[in-house]
């Protein structure tokens, strides 16, 4: 998939259209959090999971979600430097409340954030953990963010297949997130992703993306004809083959982001 510089003609901003849900899926306590804000003609989406149901997850991704916008409604700007700063905020406020409160030392969480440039029509993302982010583009559906977790690593090595992402016993096992001391770094694009009219955006924690297929996704964004009706197809899917399992199911969230050019596409609305 090219990447491109960003655009610097005058033309119409890009229309977005969001769409979210979120359950605490069989667990009593719902540890993900999820954010959106919208500043001129840049857009920041976030969805963040705490992680391993270690005490403070839910507070944790609390904090990671709200700071990563608190600073991007402060200083909001577009670019790899820009988000990789949110990022680094975020950690920072979580260690500091880590630091503050002895029982909340534990806590950590993944993060996935999308920027979006709607004047510049223009994308970047960033993640750590396995928190997910997917672009589908001309029918076809495409992961731009790849687990960091063990299974992920061993897949990567050969020693597992990739079906395994989703049912291996120590899949939960993470290689970065915010919280974790030694943590490997944010992984942030580095070039921004040229968007099209129809492009489509799905941000989605571990609670969604492991009960239903990338086949599955890409067949009901082709089926969809809107953010919303996307989500409410990949859901059902979730929750079919999520009941259909005598595994616990985890907290469940996702975010769908329709990308609609005014020109070509009168009738979108935000």
Request: glycine share 6%; aromatic share 6%; hydrophobic share 40%.
């Amino acid at each position: 998939m090219p990447e491109s510089s960003l655009l610097s003609d005058t033309t119409l901003p890009l229309v977005l259209s969001l769409a979210q849900l979120s359950h605490a899926g069989g667990r009593q306590v719902n540890q993900d959090s999820w954010g959106s804000v919208l500043q001129e003609d840049l857009a920041c989406v976030i969805v963040s999971d705490g992680v391993g149901g270690e005490y403070g997850g839910e507070i944790a991704s609390n904090i990671v979600v709200h700071s990563i916008m608190e600073m991007f409604v402060e200083e909001a700007s577009f670019g790899p430097r820009a988000l990789q700063s949110y990022i680094e905020h975020a950690v920072t406020q979580l260690n500091r409340r880590q630091a503050q409160i002895p029982r909340l030392k534990d806590m950590s969480s993944t993060v996935a954030v999308l920027l979006i440039d709607q004047k510049n029509r223009c994308a970047l993302w960033a993640h750590m953990g396995d928190t997910r982010s997917y672009l589908f583009r001309r029918n076809e559906l495409h992961s731009v963010t790849k687990d960091h977790s063990l299974i992920q690593q061993f897949v990567d090595a050969g020693h597992c297949s990739a079906e395994q992402l989703r049912r291996h016993p120590r899949r939960s096992i993470l290689t970065a997130a915010v919280g974790v001391e030694g943590s490997a770094p944010a992984e942030v694009t580095q070039s921004a992703t040229q968007l099209q009219d129809g492009d489509a955006f799905l941000m989605c924690s571990d609670g969604f993306w492991e009960w239903i297929s990338e086949a599955e996704m890409e067949q009901a964004a082709v089926q969809a004809g809107s953010a919303q009706e996307w989500l409410d197809l990949m859901h059902a899917i979730v929750e079919k083959n999520g009941s259909a399992s005598n595994i616990p199911l985890d907290n469940c969230t996702a975010f769908t982001i329709h990308i609609a050019d005014p020109r070509t596409s009168p009738s979108a609305n935000c």
